[in-house]
Each structure stands twice: as structure tokens, then as C-alpha cells.
């Protein structure tokens, strides 16, 4: 097989390094299944898409749906990062890991009340509206609480972003945003609008996207719109790109950070604006592993199968999106021949896989295996189904490592379920 290896995630001698850190102690010292992510990844990918737009006045807001963990929203902020929430929980994770209220963004398609209410009080800098009645129910919100709320408004461009159809959201028949002509109608509300104060247009047109062509026809959309805006006397502040960016699970041929950035700064530059952006997963996926202890491995007729630790509630792209992870071991052992087999966990699903039908190194009862890429969307996505604690997370640093969450306990599980009947 082959085995991947990054400046992060690299063999030395026969075992897997995280940075510094041989993954094996880990494993052994927490148990398995444990997420380890390396804090260098982070930043250095948080420096690079800073500096592919040094020069244009922008701003980067770490979308934290892709990864939670307060230390990795820490880490970002630390790096200059502003964070873009998806909910009033992430909202208090991220003023919790440290975000000043005005580098906070909040999105959402559904917003409740209380999430615009919190928003408010906190006074973040942008809150991205996505239909009518929300537009009036954040005027009314802020009427209430005496204060303007300053207020982008997502729209749905209309194209496709080839992606995976669960994570395409900038197709018309997506429920996100409005349509370009709704927008304008609903931007030249303002003026009955005596709570809000518009600031910008949004846009998300998908997530894992590989290609920069449909970044930039959605781009070019929301340009004629912003001059459209401009021309009815609303001067908008910003243009929000959303996040979207792909990364390379296996040998997806994807477009660097400098590609994409030549590829929307023409239109940018016409706005004259302040550029904003929401990476998740650029920033995160490939700084994140998830290793798992093999628990048994067999044969049925002629299918080979590696039951590990891990499963689809600890990772659940493979089962929800029939997503590639490459599944390496976390030591190499020489002699040992390559077998075609499905990485499953202990769930009672036929859908509980790890990997499918893909060829891995023989693994043996009590070894350790990674599975790469998991840094976004991995731990954040996890459950407790089967009554199964959420795995640990460990954040490397160099020759340091730290548990940044402990696995949870069957007490913690428990402790809300109060009475008997
Ligand atoms: C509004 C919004 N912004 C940003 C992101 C981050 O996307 P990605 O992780 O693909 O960069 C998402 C992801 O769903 C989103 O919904």
C-alpha cells in the first residue's frame, strides 16, 4: 500500500509522527479512538491564506463547525483569525476559546431567536441573514434591545459547485440564502429598517469544492449585485466569499490557496471592499488524524474485514458522504503482505465503515492503525450512538502534546437521564 506522509504526519524509522511526537505513545497512554491534530498545520495553513491576500484588505473567519475544539479555535484566533459561527453552542465556544466580539460572524439558515438575541447582546460584527421574515425578526430583535444590527445578507448565486450533493449549497434549489433579485428588493428595505444597518453580501456556495471556476462565476454574480446595491446608495462594507475550498483526501488534483486568490482578486479589486472569507476545512482536514486499535480481523468467504475501535460515531463521513480516508498503520513491520479490506468499527450497521474495499498493510489484533484527513468535520460530527463515549483530543505542538478534551464517561452520559419512572 501506500503510506501518506505530510510535514506533519511523517514515518520516523517504523512509526507514525505527529510533529514530534510518535503517535504510538498516545495511543498507549490515552487509549484509542483519540483525534491528534498538529497546531503547526493550523497556523501555517492560517498564514498561507493570509498572506496569498496580503495586500488586499481582508479578513479570515475560521468557520469552527469544521472543528470545535476550544483550543483549535484558540490557536486561530491567536494566529489573527476571526471565527464564523453556525449557532448560538459554537457562538459560546468561540467567545469561551477568546474571539472579541467584533471578529465574530454568525451564519445560519435558521437562526432561533435566542441565537439573534445573543448575537446582539454581543454585539458581533456581522450577522448573515438569510430569508425576509429573519431580516425583520433580527430588526425587531435589535428594536427591542435598542441597538442596530449590522447585517449581510447570504445569497444563493445559483451555480454548481460539483461537489458532493449534501454539501452543495449555492444551487437554487438549495435551502441556503435568497436569490440576487430577492437580495436587492431586500436590501432597498433599509431605509423602513430602523435596527439594522446592512454591511455586506455573503455567499457559501459548498464545501470540498475542487475546481476555482464555480468560486469564480459566484463571485462575479455577487459583484453585478454589490454595484446594483451601490447604485441605490447602499454603501456596503464587505463581500463575504464563505468557505468551500477542497482539500486532497486521496489524489483529488485540487488548486492552491495563491490559484484561488488570482482567480477572484479581478473581481474583488472592481468592488473596492473589504474581502471576508469562512475556511473550515482548508484549514483544518489534513492537521487531523483519528487512530484506532484493531480489536479483531477475519474473513468472510472472501471479503477481509479490520474491526477497529473507531467507528461511524466517531467518524461519520464515510458513512454519510462515502468519503475516502486513507487508513495507514501507525507502525510498519516489515514482511507483512497488502490485503483488500473494509475498516469497520464495532456499530451495528453495515454502514458503520471506517474505509471500504481498499488495500491496507495485514493488520493484527491490538495494533494501531490512522485514519488521515479527519481533522475537519471529523470530531464534531461525532455521537454517543450505541452508548459509545466520544473520543479524545489531543493537540501537538512540537515534543509537546496535550489532551485538549478527554474522552468522555459513561457518568457523563448518564448524568442527565434524572429519573426512573
Ligand atoms: C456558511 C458557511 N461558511 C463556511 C463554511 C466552511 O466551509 P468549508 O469547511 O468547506 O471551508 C460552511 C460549511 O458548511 C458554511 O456553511
Given at each position: 500500500?501506500?503510506?501518506?506522509?505530510?510535514g506533519?504526519f511523517?514515518?520516523?524509522?517504523?512509526?507514525l509522527?505527529?510533529?514530534d511526537?510518535?503517535?504510538?505513545e498516545?495511543?498507549?497512554?490515552?487509549?484509542?479512538p483519540?483525534?491528534?491534530?498538529?497546531?503547526s498545520?493550523?497556523?501555517?495553513?492560517y498564514?498561507?491564506?493570509?498572506?496569498?491576500?496580503?495586500?488586499?484588505d481582508?479578513?479570515i473567519?475560521?468557520a469552527c463547525?469544521s472543528n470545535?475544539?476550544?483550543?483549535?479555535?484558540?490557536?486561530f484566533?491567536?494566529?489573527?483569525s476571526?471565527?464564523?459561527?453556525?449557532?448560538?453552542?459554537?457562538l459560546?465556544?468561540?467567545?469561551k476559546?477568546?474571539?472579541?466580539s467584533r471578529?465574530?460572524?454568525?451564519?445560519?439558515?435558521?437562526?432561533?431567536?435566542?441565537?439573534?438575541k445573543l448575537?446582539?447582546?454581543?454585539?458581533?460584527?456581522?450577522?448573515k441573514?438569510?430569508?425576509?421574515?429573519?431580516?425583520?425578526?433580527i430588526?425587531?430583535?435589535?428594536?427591542?434591545?435598542?441597538?442596530?444590527?449590522?447585517?449581510?445578507?447570504?445569497v444563493?448565486?445559483d451555480?454548481?459547485?460539483?461537489?458532493h450533493?449534501?454539501?452543495?449549497?449555492?444551487?437554487a434549489?438549495?435551502?441556503?440564502?435568497?436569490?440576487?433579485?430577492?437580495?436587492?428588493?431586500?436590501?432597498?428595505m433599509?431605509?423602513?429598517?430602523?435596527?439594522?444597518?446592512?454591511?455586506?453580501?455573503?455567499?457559501?456556495?459548498?464545501?470540498?469544492?475542487?475546481?476555482?471556476e464555480?468560486?469564480v462565476e459566484?463571485i462575479?454574480?455577487?459583484?453585478?449585485?454589490?454595484?446594483?446595491?451601490?447604485?441605490?446608495?447602499?454603501?456596503?462594507?464587505?463581500?463575504?466569499?464563505?468557505?468551500?475550498?477542497g482539500v486532497a483526501?486521496?489524489?483529488?488534483k485540487t488548486?492552491?490557496?495563491?490559484?484561488?486568490?488570482?482567480?477572484?482578486?479581478?473581481?474583488?479589486?472592481?468592488?473596492?471592499?473589504?474581502?471576508?472569507f469562512?475556511?473550515g476545512?482548508y484549514l483544518t482536514?489534513?492537521?487531523g488524524?483519528?487512530?484506532?486499535q484493531?480489536?479483531?480481523?477475519?474473513?468472510?468467504?472472501d471479503k477481509?474485514?479490520?474491526?477497529?475501535?473507531?467507528?461511524?460515531?466517531d467518524?461519520?463521513?464515510?458513512?454519510?458522504?462515502?468519503?475516502?480516508?486513507?487508513v495507514?498503520?501507525?507502525?510498519?513491520?516489515?514482511?507483512?503482505?497488502?490485503?483488500t479490506?473494509d475498516v469497520?468499527?464495532?456499530?451495528c450497521?453495515s454502514?458503520?465503515?471506517?474505509?471500504?474495499?481498499v488495500r491496507?498493510?495485514?493488520?493484527?489484533?491490538g495494533?494501531y492503525?490512522?485514519v488521515?484527513?479527519?481533522g475537519?468535520?471529523?470530531m464534531?460530527m461525532?455521537s454517543?450512538?450505541?452508548?459509545?463515549r466520544?473520543?479524545?483530543?489531543?493537540?501537538?505542538?512540537?515534543?509537546?502534546?496535550?489532551?485538549?478534551r478527554?474522552?468522555?464517561?459513561?457518568?457523563?452520559?448518564?448524568k442527565d437521564?434524572?429519573?426512573?419512572?
Amino acid at each position: 500500500m501506500d503510506y501518506f506522509e505530510s510535514g506533519y504526519f511523517k514515518y520516523k524509522g517504523n512509526q507514525l509522527f505527529c510533529e514530534d511526537i510518535p503517535l504510538i505513545e498516545i495511543a498507549e497512554e490515552l487509549g484509542t479512538p483519540t483525534y491528534v491534530y498538529s497546531k503547526s498545520f493550523f497556523i501555517d495553513r492560517y498564514n498561507e491564506f493570509d498572506k496569498a491576500f496580503a495586500g488586499f484588505d481582508h479578513q479570515i473567519f475560521f468557520a469552527c463547525k469544521s472543528n470545535f475544539n476550544l483550543s483549535v479555535i484558540k490557536a486561530f484566533i491567536d494566529a489573527g483569525s476571526g471565527v464564523d459561527v453556525n449557532s448560538e453552542g459554537e457562538l459560546i465556544r468561540a467567545m469561551k476559546a477568546g474571539a472579541s466580539s467584533r471578529k465574530l460572524i454568525m451564519s445560519g439558515v435558521g437562526k432561533t431567536q435566542s441565537e439573534i438575541k445573543l448575537a446582539l447582546e454581543n454585539d458581533l460584527l456581522m450577522i448573515k441573514a438569510e430569508s425576509e421574515e429573519e431580516i425583520l425578526l433580527i430588526n425587531e430583535i435589535a428594536g427591542s434591545l435598542n441597538t442596530t444590527a449590522r447585517v449581510a445578507i447570504r445569497v444563493n448565486p445559483d451555480v454548481d459547485a460539483k461537489t458532493h450533493p449534501y454539501i452543495s449549497t449555492g444551487l437554487a434549489k438549495n435551502k441556503f440564502g435568497v436569490d440576487a433579485s430577492t437580495a436587492l428588493r431586500l436590501f432597498k428595505m433599509q431605509k423602513y429598517l430602523r435596527n439594522i444597518k446592512y454591511t455586506g453580501i455573503d455567499m457559501h456556495i459548498g464545501s470540498q469544492i475542487t475546481k476555482v471556476e464555480p468560486f469564480v462565476e459566484a463571485i462575479e454574480k455577487l459583484g453585478e449585485l454589490f454595484l446594483k446595491v451601490k447604485s441605490e446608495g447602499i454603501a456596503l462594507e464587505h463581500i463575504d466569499l464563505g468557505g468551500g475550498i477542497g482539500v486532497a483526501y486521496n489524489n483529488e488534483k485540487t488548486f492552491s490557496i495563491e490559484e484561488y486568490a488570482k482567480a477572484v482578486m479581478p473581481v474583488l479589486k472592481k468592488l473596492n471592499c473589504k474581502a471576508f472569507f469562512e475556511p473550515g476545512r482548508y484549514l483544518t482536514a489534513n492537521g487531523g488524524i483519528l487512530i484506532a486499535q484493531v480489536l479483531y480481523t477475519k474473513k468472510n468467504l472472501d471479503k477481509n474485514f479490520i474491526i477497529t475501535d473507531g467507528a461511524m460515531n466517531d467518524l461519520l463521513r464515510p458513512s454519510m458522504y462515502g468519503a475516502y480516508h486513507h487508513v495507514q498503520p501507525l507502525t510498519l513491520t516489515k514482511n507483512k503482505n497488502d490485503i483488500t479490506a473494509d475498516v469497520v468499527g464495532p456499530v451495528c450497521e453495515s454502514g458503520d465503515f471506517l474505509a471500504k474495499n481498499v488495500r491496507i498493510t495485514e493488520c493484527r489484533r491490538g495494533e494501531y492503525i490512522a485514519v488521515l484527513s479527519t481533522g475537519a468535520y471529523g470530531m464534531v460530527m461525532s455521537s454517543n450512538y450505541n452508548m459509545r463515549r466520544r473520543p479524545a483530543e489531543v493537540l501537538v505542538e512540537g515534543k509537546n502534546f496535550k489532551v485538549v478534551r478527554r474522552r468522555e464517561t459513561f457518568e457523563h452520559l448518564l448524568k442527565d437521564e434524572i429519573s426512573l419512572l
